[in-house]
């Protein structure tokens, strides 16, 4: 069992930067892979970043590439999204999730790969 907790949202202008946190619980964090979803008001929940359990893979969704850095730290049981350069269309309720594996091909962005999700945390980008 592993329970997530998501922290660093907030509201910032174009083009400013935040750094979300997800803290988890369960001595087993460190042999899960990781991911950032998020969903805005009436869509889709999408996949934003994902990386595997050492840290030595990762995948962006092509809205965020070169804008956004997923990293973990398995020694404090945290995975962080640094967001860079952040738009109006990046306002979203951002939720951290945890599954066993990344998978193959495309399968990390599909929702029914991951087993655990965090309650999320609001960014809101003003223009």
């Known amino acids: 069992q592993v329970q997530l907790v998501e922290s660093g949202g907030g509201m910032v202008q174009a083009g400013e930067s935040l750094r979300l946190s997800c803290a988890a619980s369960g001595r087993t964090f460190s042999t899960y892979a990781m991911g950032w979803f998020r969903q805005a008001p009436g869509k889709e929940r999408d996949f934003v970043a994902a990386?595997?359990?050492?840290?030595?893979?990762?995948h962006y969704a092509d809205s965020v590439k070169g804008r956004f850095t997923i990293s973990r730290d398995n020694a404090k049981n945290t995975v962080s999204l640094q967001m860079n350069s952040l738009k109006p269309e990046d306002t979203a309720v951002y939720l951290c999730a945890a599954t066993a594996s990344l998978g193959t091909s495309n399968l990390y962005t599909k929702l029914g790969t991951w087993y655990y999700w965090g309650q999320g945390t609001q960014v809101t980008v003003s223009s």
């Open positions: 990386i595997s359990w050492r840290g030595t893979t990762t």
